[in-house]
């Protein structure tokens, strides 16, 4: 075995840095990589010797210190000649990457670091890389995708002025979308965008504290992008607080965070995910004190979202097809937009937030008012806060096992509601919990309310 452009050896895990810029150098010139600990570069066996923290240190190494995260990584120990050896994959179009830093070139088997001009070619070149995924031809044809979302696709599509085409078939349809490759097989974007075996895992999860360790909801959902989208829109605006307000004769509802804005948020994180990277998922999480929404991909080339919203940068879209037919569908209203929407959204309502990117992805945090939460509650009528506390009771004594969750779905309240309202009737002494989250349970003390 000897060194090669996509291939370094290293002898021990004391070369652990070296090893992270050939797994940079070997991305940036081929997309793809191999480090092996154990064997010297004359070919040698020499092995290690792996602790249990052995492979977290070497995945942590690589994680805090290899940028963007490639979108396949794997590290495994295997046994050559009697001895132990570690494998280090790496697989990633997101090109360029840098290690501590700075970033490096393969040339034969050495790293060499990158001259300004070289640098300059791969952000200049970078674009194509983001389309290169979406147009990828997969193993599904035009059969396989969902007809109605189709046609309801292009018949908005036509109605908003976006498109002006007569749906006749979906094969030209796919073809008009730019869907379908020339083998007549759908590309990544299509199929992720309109495909019907559910191609898409989202994660969603409501807390009614600020601790995860708190009984919660939690939920996968499978489905296209189209599908995801609708679900992860419903399942915040349901679990939001609003309150009312008369505004002439009519009855006026304010979400405690303007919808519009966490719709464009949420469209975003669609429109901006690395989907090529396995294994992470885009989640939203709503706390007490926080709806946080997250996606797997970094914002393109590291750009602040501010810049976007001012107008200092041109607009960047990592997956132009998919952002193209949300722009068709009328959930895009124009290319880079978003942010400035949510900004201005945010400041008339005064709605606090924070967005932050690290090597995994990128997270938007909306802000929830306490006091937005305190009134509410204030506000209900007593009567009212009684009937749900007696229903609340009447649930636990057919079922003393039965979660939040399903109390706010047999109630139709939100699971903060219902975790405020067993709170509250646990401070009066009318119930408690007895044993752990998962397997214990609530036992009534009193029914009288």
Same mark, same amino acid.
């Given at each position: 075995m000897k060194e090669t452009e996509e291939l370094e050896l290293k002898k021990s895990l004391t070369q652990? +840095?070296?090893?992270?810029? #050939?797994? #940079?150098? /070997?991305?940036?010139?081929?997309?793809? %990589?191999?480090?092996?600990f154990g064997i010297s570069d004359d070919g040698k066996v020499c092995g290690l010797s792996l602790g249990s923290k052995t492979k977290a240190d070497i995945t942590g190494e690589i994680r805090n210190h290899l940028k963007p995260l490639p979108a396949r990584l794997e590290i495994d120990d295997y046994t050559e000649n009697g001895k132990t050896l570690v494998k280090v994959l790496a697989e990633g179009d997101d090109t360029p990457y840098s290690a501590y830093g700075r970033y490096y070139i393969r040339v034969n088997d050495a790293d060499l670091a990158m001259d300004a001009y070289q640098l300059q070619k791969f952000f200049e070149n970078k674009d194509d890389t983001y389309s290169k995924w979406e147009e990828a031809e997969t193993k599904y044809g035009v059969e396989d995708v969902d007809e109605d979302q189709l046609l309801d696709?292009?018949?908005?599509?036509?109605? +908003?002025? @976006? /498109?002006?085409?007569?749906?006749?078939?979906?094969?030209?349809?796919?073809?008009?979308? %730019?869907?379908?490759?020339?083998?007549?097989?759908?590309?990544?974007?299509?199929?992720?965008?309109?495909?019907?075996?559910?191609?898409?895992t989202i994660k969603e999860a409501a807390y009614p504290t600020d601790s995860r360790t708190d009984f919660g909801e939690i939920k996968d959902f499978r489905g296209n992008i189209l599908e995801c989208l609708r679900e992860v829109? #419903?399942?915040?605006?349901?679990? =939001?607080?609003? +309150?009312?307000?008369i505004? %002439?004769?009519? @009855?006026?509802? =304010?979400?405690? =965070?303007?919808v519009r804005a966490l719709r464009e948020i949420v469209i975003n994180s669609f429109a901006h995910c690395s989907y090529a990277q396995k294994g992470d998922f885009n989640q939203y999480v709503i706390f007490r004190s926080k709806i946080s929404i997250y996606n797997p991909g970094a914002v393109i080339r590291g750009i602040d979202p501010k810049r976007f919203a001012s107008g200092q940068e041109g @607009?960047?879209? @990592?997956?132009?097809?998919?952002?193209?037919?949300?722009?068709?569908?009328?959930?895009?209203?124009?290319f880079g937009t978003g942010f400035d929407r949510t900004f201005k959204l945010c400041a008339q309502a005064g709605v606090k937030y924070q967005y932050h990117e690290d090597e995994f992805g990128f997270t938007f945090i909306f802000k929830r008012d306490p006091q937005f939460l305190e009134n509410l509650g204030n506000a209900q009528p007593a009567k009212a806060r009684k009937s749900l506390d007696k229903d609340l009771l009447a649930l636990i004594a057919e079922n003393k096992y039965m979660t939040i969750p399903e109390m706010a779905q047999?109630? %139709?309240?939100?699971?903060?509601?219902?975790?405020?309202?067993?709170?509250? /009737?646990? +401070?009066?002494?009318?119930?408690?919990r007895v044993g752990s989250r998962k397997s214990g349970y609530w036992q009534i003390l009193s029914k009288q309310l």
């Open positions: 652990l +840095k070296e090893g992270v810029i #050939s797994l #940079s150098a /070997m991305l940036n010139k081929h997309k793809h %990589g191999i480090v092996i696709l292009i018949r908005t599509a036509n109605e +908003k002025g @976006r /498109m002006d085409y007569v749906y006749r078939n979906a094969k030209e349809a796919l073809q008009k979308l %730019g869907f379908l490759t020339d083998n007549g097989k759908l590309n990544n974007a299509g199929w992720m965008l309109l495909g019907r075996g559910k191609p898409l829109i #419903s399942y915040i605006q349901n679990r =939001i607080n609003y +309150k009312a307000q505004v %002439g004769v009519q @009855r006026e509802e =304010i979400p405690e =965070i303007p @607009r960047k879209i @990592r997956n132009v097809l998919i952002a193209s037919a949300l722009y068709k569908y009328g959930c895009i209203d124009a047999q109630t %139709g309240k939100s699971v903060p509601t219902v975790h405020r309202h067993l709170e509250s /009737m646990a +401070k009066e002494q009318l119930l408690t």
